[in-house]
């Protein structure tokens, strides 16, 4: 991973990483890569949806609103190719100790929660300097580019950084860890000893784990529901970890959300209305019983009405087209009377002359062709 200060964004094949940049990066263990994997578009679908939250103070009393969205949505890929992808916002904004704050976020991923593009925005409303924060994650040529600026009073410092796309394996953004927590609230599981990647507080990547907490009840809109709880804990390089509880419902809505060491903390406060997963019952396996048709009163009356339909149908036809049946009776008389060995042969030659598209053949030649339909060579006439 390799970054630069600088107040315009440069080409990634211009810039060359310092010795120092050169340092491992860490990588996400088989266990979370395994759990990606097994991430399906028809489950994902199932999980999109809006919810809306009230941030409210360790006392109780509101301080303002989280949303989170997500979507289906299309989008242009780094080839310029659309295709459906997963789209997700959020938005809060609200009082930190009197102080207005807020955050938002913009993020599509594709179905495997691979970031293809993310923007970020957090403001801090200080009365003598106040700060803002902006990170723009960007897939293109087999990397993730990432664009922090750092805005503190009329200050901005801008910072670009270029991972490679081998690093990103496992990497999960703010965007997709949304998205992860509905799917383990779905499964109502946490991938065991899963070590994911992340980004810090100061965009440096980092491990980032969850831990189920187990079930518990609370009340929401005056009623006691079940939620699973998840902890993610993101592991700065520097620094002390940070941990967020989430209070997931069993289709993934969000009933709340307590940021560790935070004095206030985020609730649901209207019960949504659950989605559950669709039970498809197995096909009938019917036992198939031999048909006795002749046994069948009813089979068998329609069977003799069919055979007499077709014989006065077959009647008024002969008798229509006296020179079908004066036809086929020349041709056994005939048959008989030669007796070929090759009776299929011996009927091609004998209706040959009949065909309008074909060159009219020699009547009664020698029955040894393979084949009554191929072609006669004309030299073959004379010999």
Not at 154 to 172: A, H, Q
């Amino acid at each position: 991973m390799s970054s630069k200060l600088q107040s315009t964004v440069p080409k990634a094949k211009d810039h060359q990483p310092s010795a120092e940049e050169s340092l491992p990066a860490p990588k996400a263990n088989a266990e979370a890569i395994h759990f990606l994997s097994t991430l399906e578009q028809e489950e994902l679908q199932m999980l999109l949806f809006s919810e809306t939250l009230a941030m409210v103070s360790d006392t109780g009393e509101p301080q303002g609103e989280l949303t989170i969205e997500v979507q289906r949505r299309q989008n242009k890929d780094e080839f310029g190719v659309m295709s459906h992808c997963l789209f997700v916002q959020a938005f809060s904004r609200g009082f930190m100790d009197k102080i207005l704050c807020g955050n938002s976020l913009l993020g599509y991923l594709s179905w495997k929660l691979h970031v293809m593009e993310q923007h970020s925005q957090e403001f801090i409303k200080f009365r003598v300097l106040p700060m803002e924060r902006k990170m723009t994650l960007v897939k293109q040529d087999d990397q993730l580019t990432m664009t922090r600026s750092v805005k503190e009073g009329e200050e901005v410092k801008t910072e670009v950084t270029f991972i490679p796309g081998s690093s990103t394996m496992g990497f999960i953004s703010e965007a997709a860890n949304l998205v992860l927590l509905r799917v383990m609230a779905w499964r109502q599981t946490v991938p065991s000893n899963a070590r994911f990647l992340a980004l810090d507080t100061e965009g440096k990547l980092c491990y980032s784990t969850y831990q189920g907490l187990g079930f518990q009840k609370i009340q929401v809109d005056r009623q006691q529901v079940e939620v699973f709880i998840v902890e993610q804990t993101v592991h700065s390089v520097k620094g002390i970890p940070n941990s967020c509880q989430f209070y997931l419902l069993s289709d993934g809505h969000l009933a709340k959300r307590i940021q560790v060491g935070s004095p206030g903390y985020c609730l649901v406060t209207q019960m949504p209305i659950l989605r559950e997963k669709d039970e498809i019952e197995p096909r009938p396996v019917f036992e198939k019983k031999p048909l006795v048709w002749e046994e069948d009163m009813e089979l068998y009356s329609r069977f003799v009405d069919r055979k007499e339909e077709l014989r006065l149908s077959h009647s008024s036809y002969l008798r229509q087209h006296p020179e079908a049946q004066a036809l086929i009776s020349d041709f056994l008389l005939f048959l008989l009377l030669r007796q070929p060995e090759d009776v299929v042969t011996f009927a091609a030659e004998y209706f040959g002359p009949f065909a309008k598209r074909h060159p009219p053949t020699p009547a009664l030649r020698s029955s040894h062709r393979p084949s009554p339909f191929r072609s006669l060579d004309p030299r073959d006439l004379f010999h």
